[in-house]
């Protein structure tokens, strides 16, 4: 069964930190693979996509890396905001099952002041 | 570009009765919207795919004759929950792609349904 799996679950960073979030994949081959950042009570919003010939992709403070031989993906957030509060998923896209997308369970990020 | 609304953003019903639920694209034609379902801390789980003017295809342990889904044009889907109860109280998430490009899957906001 194809998964992606997150790490860490949780965290709690200090408001102008930066943090790294990963991200573990079996999805194979795959169309891309996707970060998105949800807020609670809100639909996901994308922060980046990258395809298999992709390593990196930035959205302002957000890069998202992508190790397609070892099957990881990490987003690395910089000088983090209050705003960055959310729960971000990591989402691969199954080339084999028609781009049918395997979520991630998320990280739950919160920034304190 | 690229916006998907959803009606209503949030509901609360009494059990037995019927909810449904909008989605839109706004600003782009979808051929085919998704819904998914999400429970608290959990991540999205999908429920449904539909293309315009085909029948749904859901996903194994989704009954059909709950949750129907209507794709009656390019640009609105809309989920009906039959008889809800409090069991079916979630957070309802339509997402469309976007013929050409990356397949990109883009969300609407959501709808928190309450079923007393």
């Known amino acids: 069964k194809n998964q992606v799996e997150q790490s860490p679950q949780s965290l709690i960073i200090l408001e102008g930190k930066n943090c790294t979030l990963q991200?573990?994949?079996?999805?194979?081959?795959?169309?891309?693979l996707r970060w998105y950042k949800q807020d609670t009570g809100r639909g996901p919003v994308s922060l980046t996509i990258?395809?298999?010939?992709?390593n990196t992709k930035s959205n302002g403070r957000y890069t998202a890396t992508l190790d397609a031989d070892t099957k990881q993906s990490s987003l690395h957030i910089t000088a983090s905001q209050l705003s960055d509060s959310a729960s971000y998923i990591c989402?691969?896209?199954?080339?084999?099952?028609?781009?049918?997308?395997?979520f991630g369970g998320g990280t739950r990020v919160l920034v304190k002041p | 570009g690229a916006v998907v609304s959803q009606h209503p953003s949030r509901v609360i019903c009494k059990s037995g009765t019927s909810v449904k639920i909008e989605c839109r694209s706004l600003?782009?034609?979808?051929?085919?919207m998704f819904w998914y379902r999400q429970f608290p801390k959990q991540s999205l789980m999908l429920m449904a795919t539909?293309?315009?003017?085909?029948?749904?295809?859901?996903e194994q342990g989704v009954e059909k004759d709950k949750f129907l889904i209507n794709h009656a044009s390019l640009t609105l889907s809309t989920l009906t929950v039959t008889s809800a109860h409090p069991e079916d109280s979630s957070f309802y998430i339509c997402?469309?792609?976007?013929?050409?490009?990356?397949?990109?899957?883009?969300f609407g906001p959501g709808t928190r349904l309450t079923v007393l």
């Open positions: 997402s469309a792609s976007r013929p050409g490009g990356r397949d990109e899957q883009f």
């Open positions: 991200c573990n994949y079996t999805v194979s081959p795959f169309s891309n």
């Open positions: 990258m395809t298999f010939s992709e």
């Open positions: 989402v691969v896209s199954d080339k084999a099952a028609g781009n049918k997308l395997t």
């Open positions: 600003d782009f034609q979808a051929t085919t």
């Open positions: 539909s293309n315009e003017g085909s029948k749904a295809t859901y």
